[in-house]
């Protein structure tokens, strides 16, 4: 009974000793882990490098010619005649095309007679009056002498004055006549339409054969434009309209050569907007020289109005800037693991860039961030806060 009382006492000692030993390791373990200081995150590095840099607001627009006419037909009838075709270069009074003019020179003709029977009407008027003066002479000189009534002499003298009014009213007509006849002459000249200005034929509306109906409204046929200068209209939110001015710096890239920059300035802001979706958006018109003819019309382009720009300055990432811009700083590395906070004056800044006028010069390196943010102590000697604002170590 005693040995098997002395296993169990020592049985007992042995697992009391084990229980110990596991849990002081446990103790040592978590004591370690708990003590031990924490990694220093690692940092995303960035060399300070001089550069351009530009604060811009974006829009896109559409190319159309700043100069440009629809031609139209002023006249009815049959297009007889295109002299022309699409991409034509023309000349101001240049032929164009023609209308059937057939019942236009019958009318001219007509008009012409008529004025021509009036003309002759009124040359015999003036014979008749003539006769009629020399009558009422004579009838003045025959009733001094007593040799005529004074109805003779009255009756002569009402001849005269009828004569003259006939005169008058025929001279009146023919006046009407000719009005007509020039105004049956010009629609006459309308059935030839000519180029009212220098520029490119850009469409044609109509084909040879077609009939026109110009009595409700003039017919469209083609359209000239001047392709040597052409306007962006370019869409801006009403959010952004209030920073564009006229004369204000601007570029564009067309979407089939974004790589091709044209430069130009504000000419004018619409002051009324369109409504598209309940989205209220301005009118920008800008003006560009069409060099070699790159540029078509309804070309889309991606513009751009540079409310400020620098060149040839330092620049760095806008995420390695902390503190406000009155007291701006960057964590800049000193030694390869020494990272000291630098105030820095910040001028020209975009959503990623930033122009720093004095405070660091190229060559010098910089913490832009840090690979894993949940690593970072805002407030403690971990490193800099990468989450922006007035948060972090300086």
Sequence with gaps: MKTQLAWIRQRVTWLSIVIFTVLLA??????????????QPEYILHDVKIGTIENVVAASGTLEPKEYVE?????????????????????????????????????????????????????????????????????????????????????????????????????AQI???EASLEGDRATLNYAKIYAPMTGTVVSIAVREGQTLNANQNAPLIMKIANLDVLTLRAEVSEADVTRIYPGMDVYFATLGNPDERWHSTVRQVLPTPEVVNDVVLYQVLIDIKNRKSRLMDSMTAQTFFVESRAEDVVTIPVG????????????????????????????????????????????DVIVAGNRDASKVNPRGAGGPDIRGGRRGGF
């Design 26 to 39: 446990a103790i040592a373990y978590g004591g370690q882990r708990y003590f031990k200081p924490s990694a």
């Design 71 to 171: 031609v139209g037909a002023q006249v009815s009838g049959q297009l007889k005649m295109l002299a022309v075709d699409v991409g034509d270069l023309v000349a101001g009074g240049d032929l164009l095309a023609e209308i059937d003019a057939t019942v236009f020179e019958t009318k001219v003709m007509g008009a012409t007679a008529s004025l021509e029977n009036k003309r002759a009407q009124l040359e015999k008027l003036h014979a008749e009056i003539y006769l009629a003066q020399e009558r009422e002479t004579r009838n003045i000189d025959l009733f001094k002498q007593n040799a005529i009534s004074r109805d003779t002499l009255t009756s002569s003298q009402t001849d005269v004055k009828t004569i003259k009014a006939s005169i008058r009213a025929m001279e």
């Design 175 to 177: 006046r009407a006549d």
């Design 320 to 363: 390695a800037i902390r503190g406000g811009r009155r007291e701006s700083k960057v964590l800049k590395q000193v030694a390869p693991d020494k990272f000291v906070p630098t105030p820095v004056e910040i001028g020209v800044r975009t959503r990623t860039q930033a122009e720093v006028i004095s405070g660091l010069q190229a060559g």
